[in-house]
């Protein structure tokens, strides 16, 4: 027990949180306001550090605060998986608050203490999820998170914006209300317990069926990981400023789906009982299903963020996959995509909103010839598109090698051509746009119009994330290091 | 004094009511009618620490023997609802002064808190008493007190929504009267305690069955289960709205404790459970009343009757806790009373705080108010939240109890049917925030201010009731528990 490391783990949840208030109390000058965000997520991503380390030196990190109903507890614990998403989202945190400074102001958009208050609140609700020690703690962030992203996905306050945010709202509150929470009772009735533990709660002598039927309602409860056809919400949630749809809707609350996925398969039924379930491999297929329609659908999208949106979904359906295989391997490439995925395409949506601020362009097809003018922009662009395809020199070429390995132990031959095709469908709808910018053709500008970048300070958020898609090609050690702790935290017994 | 704590919480309001035409000045009255309220808030605390403590109270009135004479019993259950009820009738009536300003005209005033201040008597006296005949005497004086409380309504459907409360509530009163009339022809008593024991000899007779159905429909009437429930929409929608957000939090709540007390102490678990249909009957009612009930609210375009539609949904909820059967089925009935009284009276409360600022509770004059009145309006969608059921807020510890309960029997269709008719709260609600914070304001009302702090204050006091009660929940549970396990006579 370590009692400063318990203190900066209930930190992380409750700077965020101050962070509102003191927002709240400098809204009238922005200056001020933009530096307590910064000074806030630095001090937030201080303590996630610090865990980190903590972690590393075997310590055991846990944090009880009440108890809500008889056998319920709020409580924390730092374990890999949670500690894995909790550093990416408070550093993705601050770059994005850097790039949001450029971007809002570049944008002229109006209600900004809302927008950093919400996402303060958004990133609080990330925090506590990330360290839960159980599915309860977990079930109350999740409800946060979606309710305080909804001013967000409706900031503009159109009648576009309004239409989004009911589909964000309704889709997600309601199978969170209708599924997930059924499961969540269940799963209580059944094993007695929410604590995630190795290995799993369920036990040796369950009934499968019963337990198959509560994994299907977990898949499709869980609807931030964007499961077909429970994935409207993430198109819709496009309306939303850039930053909120590269924050939020790359990173933390679609990640917070995968993560809550990984952690019940891993820590709920445990990898030894989910292959033996009877709708495991029907999952598996529909994830399978979700992958590939979701990347044929992105291939036609014109506009750009809903191009990137379908991209997500999916690239979710991936991390899915890796969770319901359940396999070592499996469980390592889910938790690396977690990593390398959110890395890549929250720099394709800081080039998006970079785009967008700089030429006031959504539309792919206006794009031919913008790399004369944006070349930082576009040169990022293409290495984050080869980080989401998973080629060298990106990071994602490691997750997917151990997501493909997981196929492969596993024999689901199908599922492994899915993860092929779908690979090449991401160049498809990828890789053209980076091209036709540096090569227009005949007939656009070229190098006429001079260069016209978006603000530096979203320029250098940019780059920071580009660099990061690089970095975990070339040094992917502490990363791998962790993920594949996850399935060995003391208890667990080990996969195939 | 500490004995008399019982006859007190009755005896100190009916005292006051006529007292209040003394005083005669609007404020001094307020003011009065707060410290009275404040003292049975006070005095049923001591009467629930009494209880928790030491078990049931038994007092008897004039010192005169039961069944003789008349006798108050409080247990756990009687000291929860005289909690609940004083506690939301004292915070309500905090923002009575400002609201009625605008609302009555003021020679109304000094009429209006001796209504306030006799209606919450009756409530208290069906709640405290052992005794059949008092019950209905009390409930009298509570119903006709809130007709004439309905009646005084700014807009002019209100006398005729009043009108057909009293119709409706007067044929419940009757027949309740008609059940009792028949127990005491088989038994010779109106001691609830007493009729207990001489029920059982005589239970399997057709009077015992007519009584039984009598006061079970009459209750239902009072507790708006669907489809007994036309009264109940107009009569809150046209109330005054202090009047609307006591009644919404108390009334139904008074009567579900009537259908509990008489089901459970009175005929006992045995006779209403087993001879009768009544728990597949009450499940059945209890889940239409729920989907007819919410989306009726979601077609509604007075605000008023979306909350008020809702109630009937929630008293659907609390019925099939009911009907379930079961301690934690009961248990999620009786928290479901105390939270949902906590969420209603909040909710209508809010309300009222709108139709002082814009003198209308219509869904389209709600345009722009979530920049005009932010604080009004957050309430409104924190109190909408729980009553959805989101964790950290009261709803969702009823309704995760009612899943519980439902589970446990294994009546799966049920949990999925409670569940998704709380998605359809979802709508109503969000049809609400939609209009307030999408719609720029409407013109003219550029210069709507939030509400005055007299309101704000009890606003918000509910509203962190809501949330408070929903984290720390030691309070609501143990209370529940305790109450649920004796009614079902299990010793803890």
């Known amino acids: ?496 | 004094m500490l004995a008399h704590l019982p006859i007190l919480q009755v005896i100190v309001p009916l005292m006051a009511a006529p007292l209040c035409w003394f005083l005669n000045r609007s404020k001094l009255v307020w003011l009065f009618a707060l410290l009275v309220s404040a003292f049975t808030c006070l005095n049923s605390i001591f009467l629930l620490q009494q209880v928790m403590s030491s078990g049931t109270i038994i007092y008897q009135l004039g010192g005169w023997d039961a069944p003789w004479g008349i006798e108050y019993r409080i247990d756990e259950l009687n000291a929860l609802l005289l909690l609940i009820i004083s506690a939301v009738g004292t915070v309500v009536l905090f923002a009575a002064h400002t609201s009625i300003q605008k609302e009555l005209p003021e020679d109304r005033h000094t009429l209006f808190y001796s209504l306030y201040l006799l209606s919450i008597t009756g409530m208290f006296g069906i709640v405290s008493t052992g005794d059949v005949f008092n019950v209905f005497v009390f409930l009298e004086i509570s119903s006709l007190s809130a007709y004439a409380l309905i009646a005084l309504g700014k807009d002019r459907r209100a006398l005729w929504a009043a009108y057909q409360y009293l119709i409706m509530g007067t044929i419940g009163a009757t027949f309740i009267l008609i059940g009792i009339g028949l127990l005491y022809q088989m038994t010779g008593t109106l001691n609830m305690d007493d009729l207990a024991n001489r029920l059982a000899e005589v239970n399997q007779t057709r009077t015992v069955f007519a009584a039984f159905a009598f006061l079970i429909v009459g209750v239902c009437l009072k507790l708006a289960l669907f489809p007994l429930h036309l009264w109940l929409p107009n009569a809150y929608a046209y109330a005054p709205s202090i009047v609307t957000a006591f009644l919404a939090a108390t009334a139904t709540k008074v009567a579900v404790y009537l259908l509990i007390r008489f089901s459970f102490t009175v005929f006992g678990i045995e006779f209403s459970f087993s001879t009768l249909p009544l728990q597949n009957l009450f499940l059945v009612l209890g889940l239409v009343g729920i989907f007819a009930a919410s989306t009726a609210a979601i077609y509604k375009t007075n605000v008023k009757h979306i909350f008020a539609y809702s109630s009937i949904a929630q008293v659907g909820y609390m019925i099939i806790g009911f009907a379930i059967h079961t301690s934690t089925g009961l248990m999620a009935t009786l928290l479901h009373l105390f939270n949902h009284a906590l969420m209603k009276s909040a909710l209508f409360l809010a309300l009222g705080a709108v139709m002082y600022r814009i003198g209308s509770v219509q869904l389209s004059q709600f345009q722009g108010l979530g920049r005009q009145m932010p604080l009004t309006m957050a309430a409104i969608v924190v109190g909408g939240l729980s009553l959805i059921g989101v964790p950290l807020t009261v709803g969702f510890v009823s309704k995760w109890y009612l899943l519980v309960a439902a589970i446990e029997v294994g009546m799966w269709p049920v949990a999925v049917l409670v569940l998704l008719g709380s998605l359809l709260a979802v709508v109503y609600i969000w049809r609400i925030v939609e209009i307030a914070y999408f719609k720029p304001p409407l013109p003219g009302r550029e210069a709507v201010q939030e509400a005055p702090w007299t309101f704000l204050a009890p606003i918000w006091a509910l509203v962190l009731a809501n949330i408070y009660f929903g984290i720390d929940t030691r309070l609501s549970v143990q209370v529940a528990q305790a109450a649920s396990q004796s009614l079902f006579g299990i010793n803890p």
């Open chain 1, 1 to 496: 027990m370590n009692h400063s490391l318990e203190l900066l783990l209930q930190l992380t949840i409750i700077l965020p949180l101050l962070a509102t208030l003191a927002i709240l109390a400098t809204g009238k000058h922005p200056n001020l306001r933009e530096a307590v965000t910064i000074s806030i997520s630095l001090a937030v991503l201080y303590c996630v550090i610090n865990l980190y380390q903590g972690l590393s030196a075997g310590e055991s990190i846990e944090v009880f605060w009440w108890q809500l109903l008889p056998g319920l507890e709020v409580s924390f614990v730092v374990e890999p998986l949670g500690m894995l998403f909790a550093l990416i989202a408070s550093f993705l945190w601050l770059i994005t608050t850097l790039y949001a400074i450029g971007y809002m102001r570049g944008h002229g958009e109006e209600n900004q203490t809302r927008f950093y208050l919400c996402f303060a609140l958004a990133i609080s609700a990330v925090m506590g999820l990330a360290f839960s020690a159980n599915l309860f703690t977990l079930f109350i962030f999740y409800e946060v998170l979606t309710l305080s992203t909804y001013p967000l996905v409706t900031h503009a306050g159109t009648e576009k914006a309004k239409q989004g945010g009911r589909v964000y709202l309704g889709i997600l509150l309601g199978t969170s209300i209708a599924f997930f929470l059924l499961a969540i009772i269940l799963t209580w009735f059944v094993a007695g317990t929410l604590d995630f533990t190795p290995g799993g709660v369920f036990g040796d002598n369950v009934d499968t069926s019963l337990v198959g039927a509560i994994l299907v309602l977990f898949v499709f409860g869980i609807g931030k990981a964007a499961i077909m056809p429970f994935h409207r919400w993430l198109p819709a949630a496009m309306v939303a400023p850039t930053p909120v749809s590269a924050l939020l809707h790359a990173v933390a609350v679609v990640k917070a789906g995968v993560f809550t996925i990984l952690k019940v398969c891993v820590f709920i039924f445990g990898i030894e009982l989910l292959p033996t379930l009877p709708t495991t491999e029907f999952l598996l297929y529909l994830a399978g299903a979700s992958v590939l329609l979701a990347s044929i659908v992105a291939m036609r999208q014109d506009n750009l963020k809903a191009r990137l949106a379908y991209s997500t979904v999916s690239q979710l359906g991936y991390i899915t996959i890796g969770a319901l295989l359940a396999t070592s391997s499996g469980v390592i490439g889910s938790s690396m995509h977690i990593a390398t995925h959110a890395f890549g395409k929250i720099t394709l949506f800081f080039c998006a909103g970079a785009i967008l601020v700089a030429t006031h362009k959504s539309k792919v097809s206006e794009m031919r010839g913008l790399g004369f003018t944006m070349p930082v922009t576009m040169a990022a662009f293409f290495i984050a598109s080869l980080s989401i395809i998973g080629v060298p020199p990106a990071g994602g070429t490691w997750s997917k090698w151990f997501l493909l390995m997981g196929t492969i132990e596993t024999g689901y031959w199908v599922i492994m051509m899915v993860l092929m095709v779908s690979s090449l469908l991401n160049i498809a709808y990828l890789l053209p746009i980076p091209y036709h910018a540096f090569f227009p053709g005949k007939g656009h500008p070229t190098a006429k119009t001079g260069i016209k970048e978006a603000p530096m300070v979203s320029l250098i958020a940019l780059s920071i994330t580009t660099l990061g898609c690089l970095i975990l090609f070339i040094y992917p050690q502490p990363l791998y290091e962790l993920a594949k702790t996850i399935l060995t935290v003391p208890g667990v017994s080990h996969g195939h």
